[in-house]
């Protein structure tokens, strides 16, 4: 397994990004925007009908249904809304109506509805600083299921919405949204992929651990056993070229961080990398801890054929 990378790197050029993978990534970016921003989009067009059968922005206030939805036009987001009391609130809402809508005049429903999606723009753009790892865990773990499902052994999983592992069904479409865990058998042994994990021995958040384990035992003792670890890893989906060495560092710190750990341990757990955006001298980085045995493989997420690979070699360790 040492040299695994090679099954889909052959030199340090292999690993960069290309300028059409770019273009693609942010078309990909713009996609989802528009896929998240499509309920907001409802939520403003249900207000305006509503709102409309108040006769002045006062009247607002006798419609209870779009109350929440005054709170957001004031500027409150969800998260600030779970700290203020309902006369906080109200208050918010009078300021909103004194100095926005009545000035509005007979315009006042529209003012309310693009105010009510300023604040959900704003909602939607810190989401979206996320959305580039949302999509490469999702690209990832359907590169996994895809090739499980080859082998024709059962999948199990745990996903954001119910808790606890069960089993997937092959005719189960978009899953990899909500997965939070995917695990299965290979060579008369379980492993059980967990996202996003803090690593106690580690004391910080690791993208990917794959643990030598089986998902009904898994555990958060199992968490804390560092002999359990069979590898940890860090993905990087954002796309833009002008971040992709910061998000190169951050990683390799963190590889260097979970490496130091773990042989304090005396334990070796395999260590690797995935990253979109990748520009020539941190592909050359890279190249060099793979030929030095620092990390044991390393992909670039916009190459379909090197997720395919290092999904292999996940299913195969």
């Not at 992909?299 to 195969?316: F, K, V, Y």
């Amino acid at each position: 397994m040492g040299d695994a990378y090679k099954q889909h790197l052959k030199s340090c050029n292999d690993l960069r990004t290309s300028y059409e993978a770019i273009r693609a990534g942010f078309v990909t970016l713009a996609l989802e925007r528009n896929v998240r921003a499509t309920p907001h989009v409802e939520q403003a067009r249900a207000l305006k009908v509503a709102a409309s059968a108040a006769k002045t922005p006062n009247g607002l206030l006798e419609i209870a249904q779009i109350r929440p939805a005054l709170v957001t036009a004031a500027g409150l987001s969800d998260k600030a809304v779970k700290f203020l009391s309902d006369e906080n609130k109200a208050t918010a809402i009078a300021e909103l109506i004194a100095k926005f809508l009545e000035p509005a005049g007979h315009n006042f429903v529209e003012e309310l509805v693009f105010r009510f999606l300023l604040t959900r723009g704003d909602t939607l753009g810190g989401s979206m600083r996320n959305v580039g790892g949302f999509l490469a865990q999702c690209k990832l773990c359907r590169a996994l299921i895809g090739f499980l499902r080859l082998g024709g052994g059962q999948i199990f999983v745990e996903t954001k919405i119910s808790k606890g592992w069960r089993l997937l069904r092959d005719d189960e479409l978009g899953i990899e949204r909500t997965i939070h865990g995917l695990s299965w058998k290979t060579n008369e042994k379980y492993r059980t992929l967990v996202l996003n994990l803090t690593v106690p021995l580690v004391g910080k958040n690791v993208d990917l651990c794959l643990f030598d384990c089986a998902p009904d035992r898994f555990a958060p003792s199992v968490v804390k056993d560092s002999a359990r670890y069979v590898a940890l890893g860090e993905l990087k989906g954002g796309i833009d070229p002008a971040g992709a060495d910061e998000h190169w560092k951050t990683a390799w710190s963190a590889l260097g961080r979970i490496q130091e750990a773990f042989a304090i341990e005396g334990l070796k757990p395999y260590i690797f990398y995935i990253g979109a955006a990748i520009e020539a001298a941190m592909s050359i980085e890279i190249w060099d801890r793979l030929e030095d045995g620092r990390i044991e493989n390393a992909a670039n997420l916009t190459m379909d054929n090197q997720i395919c690979s290092i999904a292999q070699w996940l299913c195969s360790i």
